[in-house]
């Protein structure tokens, strides 16, 4: 795809911004176009599927009553806008501990995998299991999760992130960098804590 197609692309998005204002058609435009985006960030935090289309129906449902009082007009402030409601609402979600119970009865359902986005946080090529991942990311401070989430399961920018949580750029790179820092010493220590595969095949403890 060329630059000058891409960019007319955005200039159309930009303008169905405006219309959806008043235009249900438009705004069946937007929702097509950022609802992948929208469910696959809710996937990601939520696990369960059930979980990530609720929560992903609450934000449409909440902009959907609100765009006419968005002030943006533009694709970038659209999304930023989507991802904002979006994090609010997951991590009204996960404030229910029977919630956050069921999404880690629901990762363990998922067995041990090799994650992309494992590999991108703590740097290696560890295989790492999703309870396991999930339940040091809820030992982090709502803040570090959410910029943790928006950077890694939202593809966002530190700018972005920034603008998303209403948070000085400097601010996001520094919480980032120190939640990375926890989150990477507990999975470590996970991993250390295991009994080696050689010992437990000898029945050693």
């Not at 991993?191 to 595969?197: D, G, Q, R, V």
Request: proline content about 1%; aromatic content about 6%; glycine content about 4%.
């Amino acid at each position: 795809m060329t630059q000058k197609k891409t960019m007319e692309q955005a200039t159309q998005t930009d303008g169905l911004v405006s219309v959806a204002r008043h235009d249900r058609e438009a705004f069946g435009l937007l929702f097509d176009e950022f609802h992948p985006q929208i469910f696959a960030y809710c996937k990601r935090r939520l696990v369960r599927r059930t979980s990530a289309e609720d929560v992903t129906s609450e934000v449409f449902l909440k902009v959907a009553g609100s765009i006419q009082d968005f002030p943006g007009t533009s694709t970038e402030e659209f999304r930023k806008w989507l991802f904002r409601i979006a994090t609010n609402q997951i991590n009204a979600h996960l404030r229910k501990s029977i919630r956050r119970r069921e999404l880690l009865e629901s990762a363990v359902e998922l067995g041990r995998i090799k994650s992309s986005v494992v590999e991108a946080i703590i740097d290696s090529h560890t295989q790492l299991d999703w309870q396991t991942l999930y339940e040091a990311l809820g030992k982090l401070s709502e803040r570090e999760q959410s910029i943790i989430s928006l950077r890694f399961f939202g593809s966002l920018s530190h700018n972005q992130i920034s603008d998303v949580l209403v948070l000085k750029a400097g601010s996001v790179r520094v919480t980032l960098s120190r939640a990375l820092e926890k989150l990477k010493a507990r999975l470590c220590n996970h991993e250390t804590s295991k009994p080696a595969l050689s010992d437990t095949k000898h029945g050693v403890n």
